[in-house]
């Protein structure tokens, strides 16, 4: 899993790159790839609105559904697996003993 950089780091980094500061010098006096920063500037371009693509807000919101989608295939499953496991069987409300149905 890649290392996530605090946010407010990479808000500096991005507030030093508008001051001037080339993407290389800054890669090499932080020790952040190149390509990192690259990748920085040009999401924070989209969430600005300049260039089109998915928000980081709309990512997360889609990050959060693909979650949940995920818990309830995992709960559909369960429940799916103990229907099958159950079919066939009735239990007494009266006693809680389990008989076979024909």
């Known amino acids: 899993m890649p290392y ?3 946010t ?3 808000r500096r980094v991005l507030d030093l790159l508008a001051a001037g500061r080339s993407v290389v ?3 090499e006096d932080l020790g952040v790839s190149g390509q990192t920063i690259y990748n920085w500037r040009r999401q924070d371009l989209i969430d ?4 089109p693509g998915s928000t980081s807000a709309e ?7 693909r979650r949940r ?7 559909l499953a369960v429940t799916k697996r103990a229907i ?3 079919k ?3 239990v007494s409300p009266k006693d809680g003993t389990k008989r076979s149905q024909l």
Do not use: H, M, N, W
């Open 88 to 90: 066939g069987k009735v």
């Open 48 to 51: 600005r609105g300049v260039e």
């Open 69 to 75: 989608i995920r818990e309830l295939e995992t709960e």
């Open 4 to 6: 996530r950089y605090p």
């Open 84 to 86: 099958e496991l159950l």
């Open 8 to 10: 407010e780091f990479r």
């Open 59 to 65: 990512q997360a919101e889609l990050r959060d559904a």
């Open 25 to 27: 010098s800054l890669s």
